[in-house]
């Protein structure tokens, strides 16, 4: 029941920040797949308000939402299980720094695999252009009317693997969210060791700032990559578009062509995203798992 009553708590806390930060992932998406040849924040922002109007902004956001949800359900349940398995095995009474590090790494795979399609299907959701009412029938080919027309449209064009051309990109994800949780973790046992209150809403904000902005210097390259090899497959066989024959291969020709400038495009929406998004999500977190504990078990953490 614990498992659940953190799962949801994460799914909850999740939703409630990426509905506050949303543009700035799109921004972010934007300017990593465009390269460094797609212009800057100003420009950037210019472009999605001129194709979309303000709603661009939020294009993409019900998949985004759901994707969130599953995620973040898939990993707060599978890192408190993993957690009490290691405490089991070890017979110790909390997780060191590198116990912290590797529950936060498996509970990642496990929700990485899961939850990859969704992931996915939210990427080309989010960067695709609106097709205008003269648009030749090509171009309206390539719309997605929603989820489940975008995952019909994947399937139909590039297979089952379509739905999972991003999960070597996606490790970057994976150890983005072990290293955060890990630094989390460790910076909340140290505050509570010092006080015997209860993490309040204003520390755990902080302290899921901090810890984001450490995992996503570290692991934002990655992140990049799976961002391109998710949204590759939606412009295949078009002229010009980038032809990949994998992760290795993308993540050479950025280089050959981009530098390393190339990796970090897009770094400063996406961190002031990740880091907002991430300080509200602990924050309604802490708050959400003590009420759904006195709920179910009749006792908080």
Known sequence: MEGVAHGLAGA???IAAVTIVYPLEKISKEMQTRGEGGGDL???I??????NGWKGLY???ESSLLAMAASMYSYFWSHDTIKKAILGMTGSEELNAVGDLAAGYLAGLVTAILTEPIWMINTRLMLQKRAKAKAEDSEKKDQYNGVYDCAQKVYSKEGLKGFWK???GAIGTVMNSAIQ????EQLRKLLLRRSDAPIGAGSAFLLGALSKMVATFATYPLTTVGTRMQNAGKD???PGAPQYSGTADCARQMLLKEGIGGFYTGLRPRLLQMVLQNAFKFM???RIVKALLLIMLGHDA
Request: hydrophobic fraction near 40%; aromatic fraction near 10%; avoid cysteine.
């Open 59 to 61: 294009q993409g956001i």
């Open 166 to 168: 991003g999960l070597p």
């Open 42 to 44: 100003a420009t950037t």
């Open 236 to 238: 295949a066989g078009k």
């Open 46 to 51: 210019k472009r999605i308000m001129a194709e």
């Open 284 to 286: 309604f977190y802490e």
């Open 181 to 184: 949780l890990a630094i989390y």
């Open 12 to 14: 909850g806390g999740s």
